[in-house]
Protein backbone atom coordinates (compact mmCIF):
# COMPACT_ATOMS: atom_id res chain seq x y z
CA UNK A 1 0.00 0.00 0.00
CA UNK A 2 1.29 3.46 -0.86
CA UNK A 3 2.61 5.20 2.43
CA UNK A 4 1.94 8.71 1.04
CA UNK A 5 -1.01 9.60 -1.79
CA UNK A 6 -0.96 12.63 -3.80
CA UNK A 7 -4.30 12.63 -5.90
CA UNK A 8 -3.83 15.35 -8.36
CA UNK A 9 -1.48 14.80 -10.81
CA UNK A 10 -1.82 18.30 -12.08
CA UNK A 11 -3.35 21.21 -11.33
CA UNK A 12 -4.16 25.17 -13.05
CA UNK A 13 -4.36 28.03 -10.39
CA UNK A 14 -5.08 31.70 -11.17
CA UNK A 15 -2.42 34.33 -10.41
CA UNK A 16 -3.51 36.04 -6.69
CA UNK A 17 -5.76 32.98 -6.15
CA UNK A 18 -5.09 30.41 -3.57
CA UNK A 19 -4.82 26.46 -4.02
CA UNK A 20 -4.84 23.61 -1.72
CA UNK A 21 -2.94 20.23 -2.91
CA UNK A 22 -3.90 16.97 -0.98
CA UNK A 23 -2.17 14.72 0.70
CA UNK A 24 -3.22 11.68 2.42
CA UNK A 25 -1.15 8.97 4.25
CA UNK A 26 -0.52 5.25 6.03
CA UNK A 27 1.09 5.02 9.01
CA UNK A 28 0.58 2.77 12.10
CA UNK A 29 3.09 4.99 14.15
CA UNK A 30 2.09 7.62 16.24
CA UNK A 31 5.57 9.60 16.02
CA UNK A 32 5.66 11.01 12.70
CA UNK A 33 6.56 14.45 10.22
CA UNK A 34 5.19 15.61 7.41
CA UNK A 35 6.86 17.71 5.03
CA UNK A 36 6.17 19.59 1.59
CA UNK A 37 8.67 20.33 -0.71
CA UNK A 38 8.52 22.09 -3.87
CA UNK A 39 10.83 21.35 -6.94
CA UNK A 40 11.09 23.49 -9.77
CA UNK A 41 12.33 22.64 -13.54
CA UNK A 42 15.72 23.11 -12.33
CA UNK A 43 15.61 20.33 -10.47
CA UNK A 44 16.22 21.35 -7.11
CA UNK A 45 13.89 20.50 -4.30
CA UNK A 46 12.83 23.07 -1.86
CA UNK A 47 11.79 22.69 1.70
CA UNK A 48 8.23 24.38 2.25
CA UNK A 49 6.32 23.36 5.67
CA UNK A 50 6.79 21.26 8.21
CA UNK A 51 4.19 19.14 10.57
CA UNK A 52 4.78 17.03 13.45
CA UNK A 53 2.19 14.34 14.05
CA UNK A 54 1.98 15.61 18.24
CA UNK A 55 1.92 19.18 16.70
CA UNK A 56 -1.29 20.50 17.53
CA UNK A 57 -1.23 23.51 15.81
CA UNK A 58 -0.95 23.67 12.02
CA UNK A 59 2.05 24.63 10.37
CA UNK A 60 2.59 28.19 8.96
CA UNK A 61 5.26 29.55 6.65
CA UNK A 62 4.28 32.83 5.29
CA UNK A 63 1.89 31.86 1.88
CA UNK A 64 2.35 28.52 2.95
CA UNK A 65 -0.31 26.27 5.39
CA UNK A 66 -0.49 22.57 6.16
CA UNK A 67 -4.02 21.98 7.09
CA UNK A 68 -3.16 19.14 8.78
CA UNK A 69 -6.12 16.19 10.16
CA UNK A 70 -4.71 13.97 12.35
CA UNK A 71 -8.02 11.39 11.96
CA UNK A 72 -8.19 11.36 8.43
CA UNK A 73 -4.56 11.27 7.78
CA UNK A 74 -4.49 14.32 5.66
CA UNK A 75 -1.95 16.82 5.66
CA UNK A 76 -3.20 19.20 2.60
CA UNK A 77 -0.43 22.05 1.45
CA UNK A 78 -2.82 25.40 1.30
CA UNK A 79 -0.57 28.11 -0.74
CA UNK A 80 -2.47 31.32 -0.36
CA UNK A 81 -1.98 34.36 -3.03
CA UNK A 82 -0.39 32.06 -5.46
CA UNK A 83 2.62 33.71 -7.83
CA UNK A 84 3.62 32.80 -11.47
CA UNK A 85 7.12 31.64 -9.71
CA UNK A 86 4.87 29.20 -7.35
CA UNK A 87 4.47 26.95 -10.96
CA UNK A 88 6.35 23.57 -9.95
CA UNK A 89 6.11 19.86 -9.02
CA UNK A 90 5.18 19.77 -5.36
CA UNK A 91 6.02 16.37 -3.50
CA UNK A 92 4.66 15.69 0.19
CA UNK A 93 6.62 13.68 2.42
CA UNK A 94 6.59 11.35 5.68
CA UNK A 95 8.82 10.11 7.54
CA UNK A 96 7.90 7.76 10.43
CA UNK A 97 10.41 8.34 12.96
CA UNK A 98 11.01 4.69 14.59
CA UNK A 99 12.00 3.63 10.85
CA UNK A 100 15.06 5.61 11.05
CA UNK A 101 16.21 8.83 8.77
CA UNK A 102 13.88 7.30 5.65
CA UNK A 103 11.69 9.97 3.89
CA UNK A 104 9.30 8.85 1.62
CA UNK A 105 7.49 10.84 -0.86
CA UNK A 106 4.13 11.10 -2.60
CA UNK A 107 3.89 10.72 -6.88
CA UNK A 108 3.55 14.66 -6.38
CA UNK A 109 0.78 17.50 -8.19
CA UNK A 110 2.21 19.61 -11.20
CA UNK A 111 0.72 23.42 -10.34
CA UNK A 112 0.58 25.41 -13.38
CA UNK A 113 -0.24 29.27 -11.92
CA UNK A 114 -1.89 31.23 -14.69
CA UNK A 115 -1.83 35.07 -15.53
CA UNK B 1 25.94 28.92 5.08
CA UNK B 2 23.04 27.26 3.98
CA UNK B 3 23.74 24.81 1.10
CA UNK B 4 24.21 21.91 -0.18
CA UNK B 5 26.96 21.65 -3.39
CA UNK B 6 26.93 18.46 -5.85
CA UNK B 7 29.18 18.22 -8.64
CA UNK B 8 29.04 18.02 -11.40
CA UNK B 9 25.84 19.36 -12.49
CA UNK B 10 25.77 17.12 -15.50
CA UNK B 11 27.50 14.04 -16.34
CA UNK B 12 27.68 11.28 -19.14
CA UNK B 13 29.63 8.29 -19.05
CA UNK B 14 29.69 5.26 -20.93
CA UNK B 15 28.92 1.86 -19.52
CA UNK B 16 32.47 1.21 -18.90
CA UNK B 17 33.52 4.32 -16.94
CA UNK B 18 34.14 5.09 -13.62
CA UNK B 19 33.21 8.10 -12.34
CA UNK B 20 32.50 9.90 -8.80
CA UNK B 21 29.38 12.48 -7.58
CA UNK B 22 29.99 14.86 -4.61
CA UNK B 23 28.06 16.39 -2.32
CA UNK B 24 29.06 18.85 0.18
CA UNK B 25 27.26 20.60 3.14
CA UNK B 26 28.91 22.94 5.79
CA UNK B 27 25.73 23.46 8.11
CA UNK B 28 26.93 20.68 10.79
CA UNK B 29 24.52 18.25 9.50
CA UNK B 30 24.91 14.79 10.73
CA UNK B 31 22.71 12.77 8.26
CA UNK B 32 23.41 12.97 4.52
CA UNK B 33 21.23 11.24 1.81
CA UNK B 34 21.78 9.87 -1.89
CA UNK B 35 18.29 9.68 -3.71
CA UNK B 36 18.25 8.89 -7.13
CA UNK B 37 14.71 10.57 -9.41
CA UNK B 38 13.76 9.30 -12.72
CA UNK B 39 11.75 12.18 -14.66
CA UNK B 40 8.11 13.10 -13.77
CA UNK B 41 8.22 10.16 -10.54
CA UNK B 42 9.37 11.31 -6.94
CA UNK B 43 13.09 10.63 -5.47
CA UNK B 44 13.82 7.31 -4.24
CA UNK B 45 15.48 6.98 -1.48
CA UNK B 46 19.22 4.90 -1.95
CA UNK B 47 21.18 5.69 0.92
CA UNK B 48 21.85 7.23 4.09
CA UNK B 49 24.70 8.07 6.54
CA UNK B 50 24.09 8.70 10.02
CA UNK B 51 27.02 9.97 11.70
CA UNK B 52 29.28 9.42 8.28
CA UNK B 53 28.14 5.78 9.38
CA UNK B 54 25.83 4.07 6.91
CA UNK B 55 22.79 3.52 8.33
CA UNK B 56 20.16 2.72 5.25
CA UNK B 57 20.94 0.88 1.81
CA UNK B 58 17.53 0.51 0.03
CA UNK B 59 19.03 -2.23 -1.48
CA UNK B 60 21.17 -0.68 -3.89
CA UNK B 61 22.96 -2.36 -7.10
CA UNK B 62 26.85 -2.90 -6.15
CA UNK B 63 27.32 -0.52 -9.06
CA UNK B 64 26.77 1.98 -6.64
CA UNK B 65 29.31 2.75 -4.08
CA UNK B 66 28.82 5.40 -1.47
CA UNK B 67 31.37 6.74 0.95
CA UNK B 68 31.05 9.43 3.80
CA UNK B 69 34.76 10.65 4.18
CA UNK B 70 33.95 13.23 7.00
CA UNK B 71 30.98 14.30 8.55
CA UNK B 72 30.54 17.31 5.70
CA UNK B 73 31.40 15.34 2.22
CA UNK B 74 29.98 12.04 0.55
CA UNK B 75 30.36 10.69 -2.42
CA UNK B 76 28.74 8.23 -4.79
CA UNK B 77 31.05 6.20 -7.05
CA UNK B 78 29.59 5.25 -10.25
CA UNK B 79 31.17 1.76 -11.84
CA UNK B 80 29.51 0.05 -15.03
CA UNK B 81 26.17 1.61 -14.89
CA UNK B 82 23.50 0.81 -17.28
CA UNK B 83 21.29 3.07 -19.68
CA UNK B 84 18.27 2.73 -17.32
CA UNK B 85 20.56 4.40 -14.64
CA UNK B 86 19.98 7.91 -16.31
CA UNK B 87 18.47 10.00 -13.81
CA UNK B 88 19.15 12.82 -11.45
CA UNK B 89 20.77 12.31 -8.66
CA UNK B 90 20.01 13.83 -5.88
CA UNK B 91 22.23 14.88 -1.97
CA UNK B 92 20.35 15.88 1.13
CA UNK B 93 21.46 16.35 4.66
CA UNK B 94 19.43 16.97 7.76
CA UNK B 95 20.43 18.13 11.16
CA UNK B 96 18.46 15.26 13.02
CA UNK B 97 18.54 17.19 16.25
CA UNK B 98 14.51 17.68 16.64
CA UNK B 99 11.94 19.84 16.13
CA UNK B 100 10.88 22.14 13.11
CA UNK B 101 14.89 22.59 11.97
CA UNK B 102 15.78 19.28 13.18
CA UNK B 103 14.38 16.74 10.42
CA UNK B 104 13.91 18.81 7.32
CA UNK B 105 16.11 17.80 5.00
CA UNK B 106 17.88 20.53 2.88
CA UNK B 107 18.84 19.36 -0.94
CA UNK B 108 21.51 20.28 -3.72
CA UNK B 109 20.72 20.92 -6.95
CA UNK B 110 21.24 17.51 -8.03
CA UNK B 111 23.75 16.13 -10.65
CA UNK B 112 21.88 14.82 -13.84
CA UNK B 113 23.15 11.58 -15.38
CA UNK B 114 23.15 9.95 -18.30
CA UNK B 115 24.60 6.40 -19.54
CA UNK B 116 24.95 6.24 -22.83
Known amino acids: AQKITQTQPGMFVQEKEAVTLDCTYDTSDQSYGLFWYKQPSSGEMIFLIY??????QNATEGRYSLNFQKARKSANLVISASQLGDSAMYFCAMREFLAGNKLTFGGGTRVLVKP | DTEVTQTPKHLVMGMTNKKSLKCEQH?????MYWYKQKAKKPPELMFVYSYEKLSINESVPSRFSPECPNSSLLNLHLHALQPEDSALYLC???????????????FGPGTRLTVT
Open chain 1, 51 to 56: QGSYDE
Open chain 2, 92 to 106: ASSQETGGKSGYEQY
Open chain 2, 27 to 31: MGHRA
